[in-house]
């Protein structure tokens, strides 16, 4: 664990064990530090039970059902590391109510990302794309090319035949 994390974690529950341990005392502080433990590993358990039912009679969607064991895998993970304060924050994410509070947020936060990285990465593949380039107004990069005027159009048009793009006699014979 690195030590910008593990010591702050280990200060703050000694902090929090001291204060419990002065208000109950040292025994009952042990004693209530067990009892989480055990009492939330059983709870998550049996939550995790009760989502796998929902899920195989088909009363729960698949990506609810994995939110939901994902949190509790989180809340077991809490409740099992030592302390008051990670238990408590183990048994809200083990709690239904609390666990579909914090997967709500969780999920408006995730979708904000989603939808932000979706942005990025279309501007990215946009930025990288070939630009097709038609010309310009500006009058600096005019090219003096010969003009086509309107009696050569008309001239063009008077003399052509369906037989110069390939008729039945043509290079190009009709498909049946």
Do not use: C
């Amino acid at each position: 664990m690195p030590l910008f994390i593990g010591l702050p974690y280990i200060l703050i529950e000694a902090l929090a064990f001291w204060g419990v341990a002065q208000w109950l005392g040292t025994a009952t502080a042990l004693i209530l530090l067990i009892a989480f433990l055990f009492g939330g590993l059983f709870l998550a358990a049996f939550e995790m039970r009760s989502i796998s039912r929902r899920l195989a009679s088909g009363s729960s969607s698949p990506g609810r059902a994995a939110g939901n064991l994902g949190l509790l895998a989180a809340g077991a993970v809490g409740v099992a590391l030592p302390g008051f304060v990670t238990s408590v924050f183990g048994l809200l994410l083990i709690l239904p109510p609390t666990r579909a509070l914090v997967r709500s947020l969780l999920a408006k936060g995730l979708r904000k990302k989603i939808e932000d990285m979706g942005v990025r990465s279309f501007e990215a593949t946009n930025s990288y794309r070939q630009h097709a380039s038609y010309g310009s107004f500006s009058p600096h990069s005019v090219i003096d090319h010969d003009q086509i005027n309107e009696e050569e159009i008309h001239k063009w048009s008077r003399d052509i035949k369906p037989e110069d793009f390939g008729g039945p006699s043509g290079p190009n014979p009709p498909r049946r």
